[in-house]
Every structure is written in structure tokens, then in C-alpha cells.
């Protein structure tokens, strides 16, 4: 038996280099005996565990990472994150703790692999649905997903995904992964403090960020403070039809403080809603004529706003009618929201970007970039604040409660504290991205005794943005794990250009105090995903085919018109040709389609295959078509066949030893 090298590449921590480690290395040496084929070659990486430990030079700490994240060939994790994708405007799914990437889901942006957008008619009404004043926008920043709740823990139906940069929301349904809709903020260019959830999904609450007039028509700037506004829409979720229904949503204006994240109350603080704000400065960014840039402008204050919203209470005077109408959409004009009381506001400390509402409701837990501290308030004293009568107001007559009437405690953490989790032993953690690092702190009564002090901290790499923990935002943490979302990689992984990857950090959080492991680095190559959220595997129940051959993702049920096996056929109407497909291993039927130059193609597919994971592709050149169809999966393409020529469709998945067999000619007569 050999030695390990103990901690030479993992330092600060200790713990565990004991009991533990003879432990794995015995563990280890089981292994080594069962597996020892004595297959030197030279150099290499062989031998047993303990030749292989030494000669990859693995200390213990990295040992016991290895032995907590390795997943077997065919076992599944325990947990699934569900990852914003960022400026690739798609949502990742990945399994933890392997860490192993396992989905990505096309969301505002065409995909052609999965036949997002290249032809298929309902995928392209889907992303359609996400234009904006009938310009097609095929790009989008997706920030923060949000998981369906029920009582305020994860139920696995449905996940919503907001598109910072084109103020846009998406529904995903989890039964096929697949984005079923995109909504169009009617009043907002773009938006950040979205997707929360209330605790039973009855509105997604979508927050804006930078004021512009609401419906962003022109107004000039130097018409700020008059005419340009802030904005929280709440969508009200149909669960039934699986989709937001806007006929039944509405919006509150707000002063042009630039709103940023925002969370749903829970258990006791439910029906209410939490916004932070920056920029109450009213910076305009008038550089060039010898203002202040935002950095300075927007940060000059030591204090902004956290706005605290009645939602109950919105919603029934929005159901009242007492809204105007903007767009066609309707927002409880700022000065009803004062008369009704619907909206205060608590200073908080300078510059703040993450609010966080503790498990059981009773704290909400403010970030500020430019303050040290997290700075935690109480429901109860803000409710108290407003049951007496804020004296104050803002410039815009909303009332104010004074940060001292609000707050429970503020807990030193480092520096520029961003957003918050908690687990189930009475802990928070804290990203600090300019620390680039984790923060540990407990909360007070009635989490932990002894609380409201910081327990800990471990440097992550780096400059870290939002932190998750598992199940980390419901009303029940499970702990255990907590994956900080990176944006910078510097000197972790080969750089492949200038352009690195984001860097996904698991840290085991099963310890106490000050002990947490780094244990793995998953390197997104996509773009920069801002917010996960972590589910129990178990609570997912996904297809693992469509239930019934000829079903349709868009309505999740068995379209009438789709191909059936013995009913192919091609039918001429005129212009239009309309072609009924199957597609089953290895062959498409019909395999010859021929129609005119001009006419309108109408197809029809359906892949009947019922075996898991025999996708079928449609790969048509010429025409940018490609279809992913999935088994029991029925689509349609509809287009224009405006050049003549010959071209061979295949199928674009390798799907069975005959794969390359499965084509076909489209002929295309001049
Ligand atoms: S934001 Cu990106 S690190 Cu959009 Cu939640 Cu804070
Ligand atoms: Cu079907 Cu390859």
C-alpha cells in the first residue's frame, strides 16, 4: 500500500485527513486488488488505485472529491440542475453530482439539432410568439428559470425562463422538456427580475430593469424623471393549459429606479413580493455632456430602494379594473398603488442585486454590491412598519419605512455580496463576487441559536454570480450541495482561444462551520448561465417516449391529421401539395416526393417508432429544414418550393445499421 500525498494541492483543509482517507484508501485498495491487471504501459497512467492516486498526484482532499462525484456507467444522479444558458438564449439541463450535461432546451433561439426553428411549423409559432413588434428577434439572455411550485417546494412540472434582453418569458412544460410559448412583455424592452414564482405558480412575476417610457416609445431623456418608468408584471399561470395566460395578467408601474431581482414570499410573507432597485440616483448616463457614467451616477446614493408589493392586494384591484391601459395591457398606474397601499419601500444598502427570501418566509435577504453585509429584514417588523404608517415618501409619494423599523440583522461577509441560498441546517450562503468566493453564515432565531454570524468562507474560481444550493429556494433546502456559477475560468481548464468558458464549482456543503469541499469544475462552453435551480431527480416523471404515435408537443395530445403507418400518401390541391410521412427504422414513406417549382408544400411526419431514444431526423438542403422527431412525435413543415432541382432528404440521426438507407428524393420540376 502506498501513501497518499495528503493536501499538497488542496490546502485549508484538514478535516477528514484521517479516519476518512484510510478509509477511501482502503475502499480504494479493494478496488485496486479486484482490478490490479498489472497493464503497464510505459509512462501512462496505470496500475492500481494507489499507482494511479500517486501518479496523477491526487492528494486526499481531491480522493474523496472524486469518490463523491464518480457515477457509475448507468447510474443516475440524485439531482438535477435546471441552468439559464445565458446569452445563448437556451436552458441546460445537468445532473449532479456528476456534473454531467445532459439536455440543452432551445428556448428563444432556433436550434437545429433538436428542430428548434428550422422548418417545423410549431416550433417556429412558438419562437414567432417571441417577436417583437413583428420584428423576428432570434437571439435572447435568459437570467433566471424558475421551477413550478407547489406549497413553495419544486413540483417538476413546469419550468419559466425570462429573456433579460428582449423582456420576454418562456414556458417549458417537463414532461417533454420543451418550450411551449414565449411571452412578449408588452410594456417593457427588457426586464431581470424574472422568473419567480409564487408559492403555488399562480403568477410569474417578471421585474424590469432599465426605466424606459412603458411601452418604450420614444420620449426624450432629459424627460427622465417625468415620463420614463419602472415596471413588475405579474403573469398569471394557467396550470391546466400548461401555459401563462395574459388575458388574466397585469403589470404596476414604477418610478425609473432601475428594478433588479426579485423574489415571491412564502408561508407567512406569502402574497407579497419583493423587488430590490439601483439607479434611485436617476442617472441618465449623460457622459458625453459632462455627467456622471452610470457606475458612478447609479452608485452615488448610500442608500435604494427595496420595493415591498402587496400582490394579493394588486391583484384584486388589477381584477377591479383599477388599471390603465398600455399596449393593451393592463398596470396599475404608481399613484393607485399608493392610494391602495399596494407598494413601500425599505432603504437598502447601496447598490443591491440579489433578494432572497428565507425557507419559512419570515426574513428577506438583501445583497448589497457595494456594502460588505447582507443586510437582513423582518416580515413581520416591515408589516408592523406599514401597519403604523410610514411617515416618509420618495419623490414620487410612495411611502418609506425606515431600515431601522425593518431590519433584523446585518452579518459582515466580504465583499460585494451578490445572492443568497439557504440549506437545512439554519444556514445562508452568500456568493461575493469581488472575494470571488462562498460565504457561510447562519441565520437567527428560529434557524439556529447561536446566529446571524458568518461561519465561513471557500474561494471559488472566479468571480462568481449567483450560488444554488439543492432544492435552495423552496420552503424545504435539502443541503448537501451548492454549485457556484462562475464567470470567470482563468488558468482552470485549456484555453481554447481567448473566449473561456463559464465554470459551474460543486461544493460539498454537508459539513458545519467553516468545512465545505470544492469538488468538481463543470466548464459551460455555451454562454453565461446566471441562476440555477437544483430538483430532486425523483420529482421529475418525463416521456421517455410521447405517450401515443402521432402525438403533438405543441398541444401534448394526439394530432388527428398525423400520418399513420398504411394512410402515407401525397395529394395535390391545386399549388398545393400535401404529403402525409411515417418514419420508422430505417426508412421514410413515401421515399420520393416530386411537385413543381411554386408550389406550396404542406408535409406531414410522424415517426412511429416506439422504442426509446429512435429519434428520427428530416434533413432537407436547399431548403434550411431540419427536424428532431422524437418516437410517437408528429410535425409539420409547410413551405414554398421556390427552387427547382433535385435534393435528398436523410435522416440526420444515426438511428439504426441501415441509418444511411433512410433518404429520399424531393424533385423539384422547373
Ligand atoms: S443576475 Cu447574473 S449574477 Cu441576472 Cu440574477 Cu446576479
Ligand atoms: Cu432514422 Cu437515421
Given at each position: ?51 494511479i ?32 444558458g445565458?446569452h ?68 417538476g412540472?413546469?419550468?419559466f ?19 411551449k ?72 408601474e414604477?418610478p ?41 451616477g ?37 399613484q ?39 443586510t ?21 409619494g ?18 460585494g ?62 443541503g ?98 400535401e ?82 438507407e ?9
Amino acid at each position: 500500500m502506498r501513501h497518499w500525498r495528503l493536501g499538497a494541492r488542496s490546502p485549508g483543509r484538514p478535516r477528514r485527513a484521517g479516519l476518512a482517507v484510510v478509509a477511501m484508501v482502503g475502499a480504494l485498495a479493494l478496488v485496486a486488488a479486484a482490478c490490479d491487471s498489472g497493464n503497464g504501459n510505459g509512462g501512462g497512467v496505470s496500475g492500481d488505485a494507489s499507482d494511479i492516486a500517486e501518479a496523477r498526484n491526487l492528494s486526499d482532499d481531491d480522493i474523496r472529491a472524486a469518490l463523491m462525484t464518480y457515477t457509475p456507467s448507468g447510474v443516475h444522479d440524485e439531482y438535477i440542475l435546471i441552468a439559464s444558458g445565458g446569452h445563448a438564449g437556451q436552458v441546460l439541463v445537468i445532473g449532479m453530482p456528476s456534473m454531467r450535461i445532459l439536455r440543452t432546451i432551445a428556448v428563444f433561439t432556433p436550434e437545429p439539432w433538436q428542430g428548434w426553428g428550422y422548418g417545423n411549423v410549431a416550433t417556429e409559432e412558438v419562437l414567432d410568439q417571441g417577436n417583437i413588434e413583428g420584428k423576428e428577434i432570434n437571439w435572447a439572455d435568459t437570467h433566471h428559470p424558475a421551477l413550478s411550485e407547489t406549497e413553495g417546494d419544486y413540483d417538476g412540472q413546469f419550468v419559466f425562463i425570462n429573456d433579460k434582453a428582449g423582456g420576454r418569458v418562456a414556458t417549458i412544460d417537463l414532461r417533454d422538456f420543451e418550450t411551449k410559448q414565449i411571452v412578449k412583455n408588452p410594456i417593457a424592452i427588457n426586464d431581470h427580475g424574472g422568473t419567480f414564482v409564487t408559492p403555488n405558480t399562480e403568477w410569474i412575476i417578471e421585474g424590469g430593469q432599465y426605466a424606459t417610457p412603458l411601452g418604450w416609445d420614444y420620449a426624450p431623456i432629459e424627460n427622465y424623471n417625468e415620463q420614463y418608468r419602472g415596471m413588475v408584471t405579474f403573469w398569471s399561470f394557467d396550470r391546466d393549459a400548461g401555459r401563462i395566460d395574459p388575458s388574466q395578467s397585469f403589470a404596476m408601474e414604477l418610478p425609473p429606479y432601475w428594478q433588479d431581482l426579485c423574489d415571491a414570499g412564502k408561508l407567512v410573507s406569502d402574497g407579497w413580493v419583493f423587488c430590490n432597485s439601483f439607479n434611485t440616483e436617476l442617472a441618465t448616463g449623460a457622459t458625453l455632456e459632462g455627467g456622471e457614467p452610470f457606475e458612478a451616477g447609479a452608485s452615488a446614493r448610500d442608500n435604494d430602494y427595496l420595493h415591498v408589493i402587496n400582490l394579493n392586494r394588486a391583484a384584486e384591484v388589477a381584477a377591479a379594473g383599477g388599471t390603465t391601459d398600455v399596449k393593451g395591457f393592463p398596470v396599475i398606474p404608481l399613484q393607485t398603488s399608493i392610494d391602495e397601499g399596494l407598494l413601500h419601500f425599505v432603504p437598502e444598502p447601496k447598490s443591491p442585486h440579489g433578494v432572497d427570501i428565507a425557507p419559512r418566509g419570515d426574513y428577506i435577504v438583501i445583497s448589497g454590491k457595494l456594502d460588505p453585509h447582507v443586510t437582513i429584514y423582518s416580515f413581520e417588523k416591515i408589516m408592523a412598519a406599514i401597519e403604523a404608517g410610514p411617515t416618509e415618501t420618495d419623490d414620487y409619494g410612495v411611502p418609506i419605512i425606515s431600515l431601522d423599523d425593518a431590519m433584523e440583522a446585518q452579518v459582515e461577509l466580504g465583499l460585494g455580496p451578490l445572492h443568497t441560498n439557504f440549506d437545512d441546517q439554519g444556514y445562508g450562503y452568500t456568493s461575493l463576487f469581488l472575494d470571488s468566493a462562498v460565504a457561510r453564515w447562519s441565520l437567527g432565531d428560529p434557524y439556529r441559536e447561536d446566529g446571524w454570524k458568518l461561519e465561513g468562507t471557500i474561494p471559488v474560481h472566479y468571480n462568481i454570480g449567483h450560488i444554488a444550493t439543492a432544492e435552495g429556494d423552496t420552503v424545504s433546502p435539502d443541503g448537501q450541495y451548492l454549485v457556484a456559477l462562475n464567470k470567470w475560468s482563468i488558468d482552470r481548464f485549456f484555453p481554447a482561444g481567448p473566449l473561456l468558458p463559464q465554470n459551474f464549482q460543486l461544493i460539498d456543503i454537508s459539513g458545519e462551520g467553516e468545512d465545505m469541499q470544492l469538488l468538481y469544475d463543470l466548464p459551460i462552453p455555451d454562454a453565461e448561465p446566471h441562476y440555477v435551480q437544483i430538483i430532486k431527480a425523483d420529482k421529475l416523471d418525463p416521456f421517455l417516449v410521447y405517450p401515443e404515435i402521432g402525438y403533438d408537443p405543441a398541444t401534448m395530445s394526439v394530432d388527428p391529421n398525423a400520418p399513420k403507418q398504411g394512410e402515407e400518401r401525397i395529394e395535390r390541391n391545386g399549388d398545393t401539395v400535401e404529403i402525409w410521412m411515417t418514419l420508422v427504422r430505417s426508412h421514410y414513406t413515401p421515399e420520393r416526393v416530386e411537385v413543381n417549382q411554386g408550389d406550396r408544400v404542406i408535409w406531414h411526419f410522424t415517426n412511429v417508432d416506439t422504442a426509446q431514444d429512435a429519434t428520427h431526423g428530416f434533413a432537407l438542403p436547399g431548403y434550411n429544414i431540419n427536424l428532431s422527431l422524437e418516437p410517437g412525435e408528429t410535425a409539420t413543415i409547410e413551405f414554398d418550393a421556390d427552387q427547382s432541382g433535385v435534393f435528398t432528404w436523410y435522416c440526420s440521426e444515426f438511428c439504426s445499421a441501415l441509418h444511411l438507407e433512410m433518404a429520399g428524393y424531393f424533385l423539384v420540376a422547373p
